[in-house]
């Protein structure tokens, strides 16, 4: 049965965790626990708990776990429909470019392999409650590949960046944020987000995670 809790402090982020491993997903909330301001408020096995859990407590996020009865991509589908709120995690051993892209589309805001370090995690889970979006470093490089494979023609997009939305990009390429950004190039944060919003329409991308990706790419070559 899912587990909901009620003893939360007013500004923790709150977390709904659903892993049908019950070893494993104890061990995810007593790392979480290990920080202030991150408070699990609930936990379930299955993709009707998923449902269930966000609809009742509506949690700043959800870790969810690819594969569990019900299936994970199913019960991403259905929270990100009716807890937009709620921003989906995914928390999974799966390496497949497919599932990651089917994740994204489904409306996860993070894709996260579970060898991943508590520190991390708890890093990850702040970032994206803050409104980033994460993969997992080693599987970004396969979905780069899908998302600029077609169509792309042969002029690239960031030439069309102005030097002030490259020195942006740059930041956000290596991992920074807004607030870091802005503090780095002695602008506001809202300026900054001002600008994130003209570079994406820009390179025609739908997340900074991706924006990032792209200038990783061009970084390499």
């Known amino acids: 049965m899912p587990d909901a809790r009620t003893d939360v402090l007013p500004d923790a982020v709150r977390i709904v965790i659903v892993d049908d491993h019950p070893l494993f997903r104890e061990g995810v909330a007593?790392?979480?626990a290990a920080e202030a301001g991150l408070?699990?408020?609930g936990e379930g096995g299955s993709a009707?708990?998923?449902l269930r859990?966000?609809?009742a407590l509506l949690p700043d996020v959800l870790l969810l776990d690819l594969k569990l009865p019900g299936g994970g991509m199913h019960a991403a589908r259905q929270v990100a429909a009716a807890c937009p709120v709620t921003r989906i995690v995914m928390l999974t051993f799966s390496e497949e470019e497919a599932d990651v892209l089917s994740s994204l589309k489904a409306g996860a805001r993070g894709y996260i392999l579970k060898g991943v370090s508590g520190r991390e995690l708890r890093r990850i889970v702040r970032a994206v409650h803050a409104g980033e979006v994460y993969i997992t470093p080693t599987l970004a490089a396969g979905v780069l590949v899908e998302m600029t494979a077609p169509g792309r023609g042969t002029h690239h997009p960031l030439d069309d960046l102005t030097p002030r939305e490259r020195q942006i990009l740059e930041?956000?390429?290596?991992g920074r944020s807004n607030k870091e950004i802005g503090r780095d190039l002695e602008i506001t944060e809202k300026t900054v987000k001002?600008?994130?919003t003209n570079i994406l329409q820009k390179l025609q991308v739908?997340?900074?995670v991706e924006a990032a990706l792209l200038a990783q790419r061009e970084a390499g070559r």
């Open 48 to 50: 009707d708990d998923a």
């Open 39 to 41: 408070e699990v408020v």
């Open 171 to 174: 930041g956000v390429a290596s």
């Open 206 to 208: 739908r997340n900074r």
């Open 53 to 55: 859990l966000c609809t």
């Open 194 to 196: 001002h600008y994130m």
């Open 30 to 32: 007593a790392t979480l």
